[in-house]
């Protein structure tokens, strides 16, 4: 088990540096190709309503996602800093495991703000690609935008 | 009344200059709560769908204010004040309930459904102690009443004895626009809070301005989801408070202002890996991919495709806002129309490809307005008035929201 611990946590690292670094090209990578990802609201999620903020149906989608990003979408220059706690285990293999995250949003002017608290529930396939992953986002308001993933 | 004699006058009697003070003034602010938000409008309060069953109750806000808009046990809507009467405390913290009673926790008073004080805490005192003054009457105490109605799914609200009916508010043409969109059961997908670093006449502005949408939104454009040459139009009611703005489908021609504008917009040659989000169903079988209206002041229906909303602008302070998006389907949605749904919500709301602009560039206003006392903004483009028009390089609804704005305002 504690391999498979070790394994998830660097993967839950690898994805919030990629995030952090603005190296979402090598995000995506940590994705399968059929993978299922939606950024949705606590709120909505324990209603059981169905809405995300965010919501692709396989990696195609989230490719997009990150293409608008960097060529039609226009936002003031940010940063992340995330900080995600120890995984929490909950199958595997395949995997499946929560994680609590903390992200710090950082603009180009300076200001820095708790933008987003919330958990990943994540599932991965054999080789330890996501699969499945929906970030449910504690905080119901969303400050201004939200452009980068969480 | 306050005194607003120390405002900077509007700059002359037209439409086209919008002094920058206006975002940015707390006493002007201040008087919007009370002419206009408390004034005689109609405010959006819910969907009914939000409050489908008989005796239940939600949350809401008309301007700041905190309101309860109520269905009782009847199925008769109602709204008052979400204020104890007591001692100020909101009557229901959360979203909503359910029951005959809300009770205030502090001193649990407690009203019925339609705002009526009902009980009062040891009214007769404890032992024969304390207690209410015998003459104290529960009917002369209780939180201020709205009249309260529904239009298409949706119910308004207003504090103003004098404002007209709701269906005479709204107009047919906007009542027309309305039920084309809001015809049927109404089934909720969920919602999105995002807070505004701005103004929220900002915001009310930006969805009238259909001249941005293919110039700040390079998502769209870059699709050919709207570009200008599409055909379309925006109709502005004649208070000018109302608007729709529409777009129709598959007839895109070229047109070469737009190609010779050397637009950002306009980049050639970028495809979506995974067109699925973009492939909408004409569920309304009249071509029309995009119908965005508003109801003077603060409420949004919005129809981009199959991605179905309504949008609520609650002031927050004089430069913060927070917008509610409630996203919605129908009832009799089959499987693949339900899930193209959820996928086109990645157009709009807080991240959406098309609107997460509109989320900052209020705030770039807002900040741009700083020491612009004595400045206005230019409101030109298609003339003068706040007519209805063809095509959509125009700011005619614009100028409509100030025509109705002032009008309320007394400015």
Same mark, same amino acid.
């Given at each position: 088990m504690s391999g498979l611990q070790d394994a998830l946590d660097g993967l839950f690292a690898r994805y919030a540096m990629a995030i952090d670094d603005d190296r979402l090209e090598d995000w995506l990578g940590l994705f399968a190709e059929d993978c299922r990802y939606r950024i949705a609201s606590r709120e909505n999620v324990e209603a059981g309503l169905p809405v995300s903020v965010v919501y692709a149906d396989g990696r195609a989608m989230l490719a997009d996602r990150v293409s608008a990003l960097r060529r039609a979408n226009i936002y003031e220059a940010q940063r992340y800093r995330h900080v995600i706690g120890r995984a929490l285990v909950e199958a595997g293999p395949p995997a499946a495991a929560r994680a609590g995250y903390h992200v710090a949003r950082i603009m180009r002017e300076g200001d820095l703000m708790l933008f987003s608290t919330g958990e990943y529930r994540a599932a991965f396939d054999e080789a330890l690609r996501i699969r499945e992953m929906t970030v449910v986002y504690d905080n119901a308001r969303i400050d201004t935008l939200l452009a980068l993933p969480l | 009344m306050q005194d607003l004699s120390r405002l900077p006058a509007w700059p002359g009697p037209g439409l086209t200059r919008v002094p920058f003070e206006v975002y940015r003034d707390p006493a002007l602010y201040k008087a919007e709560q009370e002419r206009l938000f408390r004034g005689p409008a109609w405010h959006f309060l819910c969907m009914e769908a939000e409050l489908p069953e008989p005796a239940s109750w939600r949350t809401t806000f008309v301007g700041e204010t905190p309101v309860i808009v109520s269905r009782d046990r009847h199925g008769r809507l109602h709204a008052f /004040? !979400?204020?104890?009467?007591?001692?100020?405390?909101?009557?229901?913290?959360? %979203?909503? +309930?359910?029951?005959?009673?809300?009770?205030?926790?502090?001193?649990? #008073?407690?009203?019925?459904? /339609?705002?009526?004080?009902?009980?009062?805490?040891? %009214?007769?005192?404890?032992? +024969?102690?304390?207690?209410?003054?015998?003459?104290?009457?529960?009917?002369?105490?209780?939180?201020?009443?709205?009249?309260?109605?529904?239009?298409?799914?949706?119910?308004?609200?207003?504090?103003?004895?004098?404002?007209?009916?709701? %269906?005479? #508010?709204?107009?047919? /043409?906007?009542?027309?626009?309305?039920?084309?969109?809001?015809?049927?059961?109404?089934?909720?997908?969920? $919602?999105? $809070?995002?807070?505004?670093? !701005?103004? #929220?006449?900002?915001?009310? /502005?930006?969805?009238k301005d259909s001249y941005h949408a293919s110039l700040l939104h390079s998502f769209f454009a870059t699709f050919r989801l709207n570009r200008l040459t599409q055909e379309g139009g925006v109709e502005v009611d004649d208070s000018g408070g109302h608007h729709a703005s529409w777009s129709r489908m598959r007839t895109d021609r070229p047109n070469e202002d737009y190609e010779k504008g050397g637009l950002r917009a306009w980049k050639e040659g970028y495809a979506l890996a995974d067109p699925r989000l973009i492939r909408g169903r004409d569920e309304f079988g009249d071509g029309v991919s995009l119908q965005i209206l508003t109801v003077f002041p603060t409420f949004v229906s919005q129809q981009v495709q199959n991605a179905l909303a309504v949008r609520h602008v609650v002031p927050k302070g004089v430069d913060r806002t927070e917008l509610l998006w409630t996203c919605y389907g129908f009832e009799d949605d089959d499987p693949e129309l339900a899930e193209q749904r959820l996928l086109q919500a990645n157009l709009v709301g807080p991240a959406g490809f098309i609107s997460m602009e509109d989320g900052a560039v209020g705030g770039f206003v807002q900040r741009g307005a700083a020491g612009a006392a004595g400045l206005a903004g230019v409101v030109e483009m298609g003339g003068a008035g706040a007519e209805s028009q063809r095509g959509r390089a125009t700011e005619t609804s614009v100028r409509g929201f100030w025509k109705a704005w002032r009008a309320v305002m007394g400015l």
């Open positions: - | /004040e !979400n204020r104890c009467a007591h001692r100020g405390a909101l009557i229901c913290l959360g %979203e909503g +309930g359910r029951g005959r009673r809300i009770q205030c926790v502090y001193h649990a #008073w407690n009203y019925d459904l /339609e705002g009526n004080l009902r009980g009062v805490a040891f %009214e007769g005192g404890i032992d +024969g102690a304390g207690g209410m003054p015998a003459g104290f009457d529960k009917a002369r105490h209780g939180p201020r009443k709205l009249r309260a109605a529904a239009c298409c799914g949706l119910v308004f609200g207003t504090f103003s004895p004098d404002a007209p009916g709701l %269906e005479d #508010w709204l107009g047919p /043409e906007i009542s027309t626009r309305l039920a084309r969109v809001l015809g049927k059961p109404v089934r909720l997908l969920g $919602r999105h $809070r995002q807070m505004l670093p !701005n103004n #929220w006449k900002l915001y009310v /502005e930006n969805v």
